[in-house]
């Protein structure tokens, strides 16, 4: 079965300090990346996308992340967060074998310390 | 820039009655989603719906629950006799294409007393 996994529930950054979010996924297809972002109250908001060709992609707000195949993983990475990152950041997965459908990490809250 | 809307933002129903979830999807886009977060869980899929039937569906969206497209512009999700395990954040999602990347709605709080 399909599977995405966040393992850090809470993450603390200090504002102006660098941040890697983990997600791993199970599949068993050539899969499609996305990076939410929802913040308290508000909708999911897309960060960002790997569909194919280069593997770091770059998205809104100065994050990006990139795909390594060998390690099945895409990690969200931004080199200085600002006190407006704080919110909860979903990972999600989708593949062509598998009809439309995302399946989402548990999503991983990131707080920002001034 | 266009978005999805979702109305209402929150609805509070008792258990057993009828709800609807109304959706306005992105004007262009052609496939159709609904998603659920339970409080402290994962965003869910739930259906999927293209040419105006559904594509896929998951072992949650049992007969309780259907999906219509009643006019040019409006999703609904219905949920016919509400059950207390059904309060839950409710997205709605779009895509222009069969594999491009998915548009949310801000969601609907259903909380069934």
């Known amino acids: 079965a399909q599977s995405v996994t966040q393992p850090d529930i809470h993450i603390t950054v200090s504002e102006g300090a660098s941040l890697e979010l983990r997600c791993n996924y199970s599949y068993g297809a050539t899969p499609y990346l996305f990076w939410y972002v929802q913040s308290p109250g508000q909708g999911l908001q897309l960060l960002l996308k790997y569909f194919s060709g280069d593997t770091l992609v770059q998205g809104i707000k100065g994050f990006e992340a990139e795909f390594k195949r060998s390690q099945s993983s895409f990690n969200l990475r931004k080199p200085s967060v600002h006190w407006s990152d704080a919110a909860e950041y979903f990972c999600?997965?989708?593949?062509?074998?598998?009809?439309?459908?995302?399946?989402f990490g548990a999503g991983t809250i990131l707080r920002v310390k001034s | 820039e266009p978005e999805v809307t979702q109305t209402p933002s929150h609805q509070v129903t008792q258990m057993g009655q009828e709800v609807i979830l109304r959706c306005v999807p992105i004007s262009n886009h052609l496939y159709f989603y609904w998603y659920r977060q339970i409080l402290g869980q994962k965003v869910e899929f739930l259906v999927s719906f293209y040419n105006n039937e559904i594509s896929e569906k998951s072992e949650i969206f049992d007969d309780q629950f259907s999906v219509e497209r009643p006019d040019g512009s409006n999703f609904t999700l219905k949920i016919r006799s509400t059950k207390l395990e059904d309060s839950a954040m409710y997205f709605c999602?779009?895509?222009?294409?069969?594999?491009?990347?998915?548009?949310f709605g801000q969601g609907t709080r259903l909380t069934v007393v």
């Open positions: 999600a997965v989708g593949a062509a074998e598998y009809g439309n459908k995302l399946v």
């Open positions: 999602a779009s895509t222009q294409g069969e594999h491009t990347e998915a548009f």
